[in-house]
């Protein structure tokens, strides 16, 4: 039986299913690492642990073991991501990267500590490595030789993906078939989709813009109340002090109230109202950070001008390139070198997040894209994809991966056929589970039954735990 430690499958669509492989013998766990919020429903599961926070401020009581340094090197390698992701926890706010470093450091020797102790063969994520504290924990058990993998969401319906490594993530050439099907796929051809989270009363929702979510203390006033004494208490867990606690949040109010009024004004004094749909042009859609998505799967990428200065040196002096804001980005990663860089790439114009997405991907000569669902969009709707990082649907036809020698002629000569298309999409789904693993992801789903999603998730993490076992004896 493996010894193993989990990340995620916490919350109610997927919690059973790791409850019952437990309970029934096929997994050795030995930690499963569970949002704070959880701490109710994992009273009596010995191996959780939630109060990373709590680490922050009691690390110094722990007999943490000497990295080895061929693991300090392989964690060195990563700085600039993890960086990135422990800058995203308020905690961190402001810290300068020296700091970070040292984080970095503390948090590697305490998972060195618990792995080598555990004598740990396996590492399960419930979702894409990413962020601080997640993302290192894979590093670290990457460069300890401790087998990972991972499960991803998908925009197929009630299917997710998953992968060993984040190098394999989008090709899947190292993970197995789940599903053994034969029947086809049939995919609309067309750019439009009706995506839930695309939704305007959503998206206000999702950003605490929405009317409801405004009035939730007069609507709700006892939920209200009781989630703001639940968040109270978290924080003074986490800032070990009431002062602290509203010492460091006042500060961070300050920094990014100051932080957003800077951006609004720049990105006023930037964008473009209305576009020219008979200019010769390629369409990028600016991803949200911070965001998984492009923190991690994004590379180097995730400094989107970089993409943008690159993509600009690809395409001929009379094109241009439309980036489009993400509806939900804030002052986050777009402060003033980010316009002012922006302003270096004379080709690039950011247009508004009010301009309609799948007109500008229709006119466009094709779509460029990180990862992101506008790639999908495109292809599924005949036209070609340029994408510069790891995307769930990166090894079908029309996507080609920005490398360095890539030509225009490459991308704007070829023609997906819907048909082979399909094709590849029914292959591709062999590799994927039944089933959602993000709450998020319930309303995309028709007649969403929690039971049978656990059952999902445990039929495929019986399978998933069988193969690893049999191919690391």
């Known amino acids: 039986m493996l010894k193993t430690f989990i990340w995620g499958f916490d919350n109610i669509i997927a919690r059973k299913a790791i409850f019952n492989l437990n309970k029934n013998g096929q997994i050795d766990l030995k930690k499963w690492f569970v949002g704070?919020?959880?701490?109710?429903?994992?009273?009596?599961?010995?191996?959780?642990?939630?109060?990373?926070?709590?680490?922050?401020?009691?690390?110094?009581?722990?007999?943490l073991k000497v990295v080895p340094i061929d693991v300090e090197k392989y964690i060195e390698k990563h700085a600039r991501i993890l960086a990135i992701g422990f800058s995203r926890d308020m905690y961190f706010y402001g810290k300068p990267f020296y700091e970070l470093q040292n984080m970095i450091h503390i948090v590697t020797r305490y998972y060195y500590t618990l792995l080598y102790q555990c004598e740990?063969?396996?590492?399960?994520?419930?979702?894409?490595?990413?962020?601080?504290?997640?993302?290192?924990?894979?590093?670290?058990?990457?460069?300890?030789?401790?087998?990972?993998?991972?499960?991803?969401?998908?925009?197929?319906?009630?299917?997710?993906?998953?992968?060993?490594?984040?190098d394999d993530y989008g090709t899947f050439k190292d993970v197995p078939e789940y599903e053994s099907r034969t029947e086809p796929v049939h995919i609309e051809q067309k750019i439009e989709n009706d995506w839930f989270d695309m939704d305007e009363d959503w998206l206000a929702e999702f950003s605490h813009k929405g009317v409801k979510r405004k009035l939730r203390a007069l609507l709700e006033p006892n939920k209200w109340l009781n989630e703001r004494k639940e968040i109270?208490?978290?924080?003074?867990?986490?800032?070990?002090?009431?002062?602290?606690?509203?010492?460091?949040?006042?500060?961070?109010?300050?920094?990014?109230?100051?932080e957003h009024k800077n951006y609004q004004k720049a990105y006023k004094n930037t964008v473009l109202e209305k576009v020219d749909y008979n200019q010769p042009y390629v369409y990028y859609p600016l991803h949200l950070q911070p965001e998984m998505t492009t923190d991690t799967l994004g590379g180097i990428y995730c400094n989107q001008l970089l993409l943008l200065e690159h993509l600009s040196q690809l395409i001929p002096d009379d094109w241009v390139i439309y980036a489009k804001e993400h509806p939900l980005q804030t002052e986050y990663m777009r402060g003033e070198y980010f316009f002012k860089q922006l302003a270096l790439l004379p080709k690039v114009h950011l247009v508004s997040n009010k301009i309609d997405t799948y007109e500008l991907n229709r006119h466009?000569?094709?779509?460029?894209?990180?990862?992101?669902?506008?790639?999908?969009?495109?292809?599924?709707?005949?036209?070609?994809?340029?994408?510069?990082?790891?995307?769930?649907?990166?090894?079908?036809?029309?996507?080609?991966?920005?490398?360095?020698?890539?030509?225009?002629?490459?991308?704007?000569?070829?023609?997906?056929?819907?048909?082979?298309?399909?094709?590849?999409?029914?292959?591709?789904?062999?590799?994927?589970?039944?089933?959602?693993?993000?709450?998020d992801s319930i309303p995309s789903v028709k007649n969403f039954d929690l039971d049978k999603?656990?059952?999902?998730?445990?039929?495929?993490?019986?399978?998933m735990l069988s193969y690893i076992e049999k191919h690391t004896a």
């Not at 919020?37 to 690390?59: L, P, T, W």
């Not at 790891?390 to 704007?412: C, N, Q, R, S």
């Open 36 to 63: 704070e919020h959880y701490k109710q429903e994992f009273a009596d599961v010995d191996c959780a642990e939630y109060f990373f926070d709590e680490f922050v401020n009691n690390y110094a009581d722990l007999d």
């Open 120 to 166: 740990t063969d396996l590492v399960i994520f419930g979702d894409v490595p990413h962020g601080g504290w997640m993302l290192l924990l894979y590093y670290v058990a990457e460069a300890m030789g401790v087998k990972t993998f991972f499960c991803s969401v998908t925009r197929l319906e009630n299917r997710f993906a998953y992968a060993f490594s984040l």
């Open 364 to 439: 466009s000569q094709f779509v460029a894209t990180l990862v992101g669902t506008t790639g999908w969009e495109a292809i599924s709707g005949g036209k070609n994809a340029l994408v510069f990082g790891k995307a769930w649907y990166g090894a079908l036809p029309g996507v080609f991966h920005y490398h360095e020698g890539i030509t225009l002629d490459e991308i704007m000569n070829y023609k997906i056929d819907h048909g082979e298309f399909e094709k590849a999409v029914a292959k591709m789904m062999k590799k994927m589970g039944t089933g959602i693993i993000s709450n």
């Open 232 to 258: 109270l208490a978290m924080n003074r867990q986490k800032y070990g002090a009431f002062e602290k606690m509203v010492q460091k949040k006042l500060v961070e109010k300050i920094g990014r109230t100051i």
């Open 453 to 463: 999603n656990n059952k999902y998730i445990y039929d495929f993490l019986t399978f």
